[in-house]
T-cell receptor, first 110, second 111 residues
Framework: SQTIHQWPATLVQPVGSPLSLECTVE??????LYWYRQAAGRGLQLLFY??????ISSEVPQNLSASRPQDRQFILSSKKLLLSDSGFYLC?????????FGPGTRLTVL | QKEVEQDPGPLSVPEGAIVSLNCTYS??????FMWYRQYSRKGPELLMY????GNKEDGRFTAQVDKSSKYISLFIRDSQPSDSATYLC???????????FGTGTSLTVIP
């Protein structure tokens, strides 16, 4: 069966610091991968998606970036965090019959 | 107008009650409809997946789609305290990358 991992689970970072969140998927090949941000009361915001290694599409212009160095690895990065980057970050994968989410990373920027 | 509208609640019901959760949408091209359950501080979990109109039942859960009214529902029978969570609806026109999520309805089932 497929499993999706995210780490770290929680993160507290100062404004202006860099960020790296990692997501890996097991049990499937060539999945579509997604990064979402969930802010309280605002639903799920799609940030990036990837249909293959090195292929990244950005949905929302911001100071975040994403990379897919391996088939089942998806990384979310920032060079300098802003206060507004705080939120719950979710990685997801899709087979086309649904979207499956990881456990999430709660990021607090102070 | 938002693509998907969902009443945020909160909704509070006694144990054993029948719960009805709903979403409306504006895009008549939507064909795939999903319900997710999200416990506090956890990722959303796919509960129900429905294609086009009709009903789908899985245990105590029934998903209903009315495309003519652009309205979807999730019914929970014999609700349990463990059903306390936020429920999100989601939908798409195809199996591609554009999914539209509701903002979620917070449900509490009181023992």
């Amino acid at each position: 069966s497929q499993t999706i991992h995210q780490w770290p689970a929680t993160l507290v970072q100062p404004v202006g610091s860099p960020l790296s969140l990692e997501c890996t998927v097991e049990g499937t090949s060539n999945p579509n991968l997604y990064w979402y941000r969930q802010a309280a009361g605002r639903g799920l915001q799609l940030l990036f998606y990837s249909v293959g290694i090195g292929q990244i599409s950005s949905e929302v212009p911001q100071n975040l970036s994403a990379s897919r160095p391996q088939d089942r690895q998806f990384i979310l990065s920032s060079k300098k965090l802003l206060l507004s980057d705080s939120g719950f970050y979710l990685c997801a994968w899709s087979t086309g019959t649904g979207r499956f989410f990881g456990p999430g990373t709660r990021l607090t920027v102070l | 107008q938002k693509e998907v509208e969902q009443d945020p609640g909160p909704l509070s019901v006694p144990e054993g009650a029948i719960v009805s959760l709903n979403c409306t949408y504006s895009n008549s091209a939507f064909q795939y409809f999903m319900w997710y359950r999200q416990y506090s501080r956890k990722g959303p979990e796919l509960l129900m997946y429905t294609y086009s109109s009709g009903n789908k039942e899985d245990g105590r859960f029934t998903a209903q789609v009315d495309k003519s009214s652009k309205y979807i529902s999730l019914f929970i029978r014999d609700s349990q305290p463990s059903d306390s969570a936020t429920y999100l609806c989601a939908m798409s026109a195809n199996t591609g990358n554009q999914f539209y999520f509701g903002t979620g309805t917070s449900l509490t089932v009181i023992p």
